[in-house]
Nanobody
């Protein structure tokens, strides 16, 4: 069982930065792929970024490529999402999630956090 708790969301002006953190409980964290997803009001949950258990492979949605960076610290059971050059369209609830294999589809993920709100003002 993996429990996930996100933090770091907030209100920021366009062009600003935020760093989201996701703290995991459970020793199996270090063997799981971790993903970040987001859901804006009235929209479906969408993939943002994912990182393999080793940290050696990452993948990003085209909409955030070059602006967001996913990383992980397996020793401290934490995954991060550094978000730079934020845009109003990045406004959403951001979720971290875990899955035992390499997946990008949110429906494939086994464990989810409660989400953290990110609001980007224009």
């Amino acid at each position: 069982q993996v429990q996930l708790v996100e933090s770091g969301g907030g209100l920021v002006q366009a062009g600003g930065s935020l760093r989201l953190s996701c703290a995991a409980s459970g020793r199996i964290f270090s063997t799981y792929t971790m993903g970040w997803f987001r859901q804006a009001p009235g929209k479906e949950r969408e993939f943002v970024a994912a990182i393999r258990w080793s940290g050696r492979s990452t993948y990003y949605a085209d909409s955030v490529k070059g602006r967001f960076t996913i990383s992980r610290d397996n020793a401290n059971y934490t995954v991060y999402l550094q978000m730079n050059s934020l845009k109003p369209e990045d406004t959403a609830v951001y979720y971290c999630a875990a899955v035992s294999t390499w997946r990008l589809n949110p429906s494939s993920y086994d464990y989810w956090g409660q989400g953290t709100q990110v609001t980007v003002s224009s």
